[in-house]
């Protein structure tokens, strides 16, 4: 008899807290992890070296006039056309880029 006495309030015990526990707030898991290093980038845009432009040194035509008489003379120099181009292309220069991560980095949730 002391047998099922012990089994039943043992049964007893195991209900009330199976009931305990699952009455409490399960709350929200918190996931950490260790430092998984440092991200660094660095991007150098290249140069562009121009020299000199030369587009023609902004003359035009060279007229001489003599000794003139009578009315005013008429002095037609022509016509003027300059042209100049340019044509510059930059090298985008070198890119490097490091994300090696941290060692012996834990991961654990509480």
Known sequence: MNFAKGVFAGAVAAVLGAKTVLAQDEGDDIASAGNGGVATADANGGAAGIGDINSGGNVGSAIAVGDTWGPDPDVYGG???????LSVAV???TSIADATGGGNNLAFVS
């Open 91 to 93: 090298d985008g220069g």
């Open 79 to 85: 016509d003027i056309l300059n042209t100049t181009a």
